[in-house]
């Protein structure tokens, strides 16, 4: 008889070294290393670091610290993204020899110009799920002699998807399977209403949505636990593993950990920080039962 070797499970933790961890990266990370243990599993650390301006070795190295004093292990070597800036520039030549994608020129300055000009008559811009205000489509509706040209004079740009042409290229429903604190179950993805998203700019050779696929299915990646913020964007994770061929993990979206205040934690709040924890002796069983584990 034939045994069908079962693949190990693989849990990442993935933070950005952009500020200290706060009380939600806590949560994330032991989560993952829980759910790595309980399944037998392995449990992946990652540096996020793509956006080079505000990611620091500080705060990389405070990550490696925050995590050690949770009492958390994980494999070497760390997978960093600022090292594998060719694995998405590869898979973005495939979308741009494919005509997914489309050189666009507007800065932000302009794009704020358009939206505030757009709402001047009263209309409301689209905005994405996260509030952001869909890019306007001129670069979409450019012919390839005027985007040649412009591309031939030098100009500053960036790379978006071209969503119309990406959904149907993909031909049906997308979804991902869902285990966690929100809608759980097949959820139907709806890429759509992030509009043309960016995939590089030009201070910047990947976005988030890019790498985090292309970097899942490079370390074989089969459970994704992360915040609730971050529930819409797995659209658009399942839209570009579909044009990409890449494998689709099962995800599960935790529920987030708020302030004193009932807000979202942002890097900035020192008194929420684990680091702040550790440095007014908290241990980490206090630091687990503030955020409810
Ligand atoms: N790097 C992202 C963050 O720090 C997390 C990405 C993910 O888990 O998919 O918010």
Redesign the pocket.
Known sequence: MNVIPRQKPIF?????PNGPLHLG?AL?AILNYDMAREAGGRFLLRI?DIDQARCTPDFEAGIFADLAWLGLTWEEPVRRQSLNFPAYQTALQSLIERDLVYPAFLTRGEVKARVAAGEAGGNPWPRDPDGTPLYPPDDRARSNEERKQLLGSGLKHAWRLDMDKALSEVGGPLQWHENGDGETGDILADPSAWGDVVLSRSDAPSS?HLS?VVD?AAQGITH?V??L??FH?TSI?RLLQALLGLPQPLYHHHRLILGEDGKKLSKSQGDTGIAEWRRQGSSPMELRRRIGL
Do not use: K, M
Not at 12 to 16: I, N, Q
């Open positions: 990442r933790f993935a933070p950005s990266h994330s996020e988030y985090v899942d994704v992360r915040g913020d971050l964007a994770h």
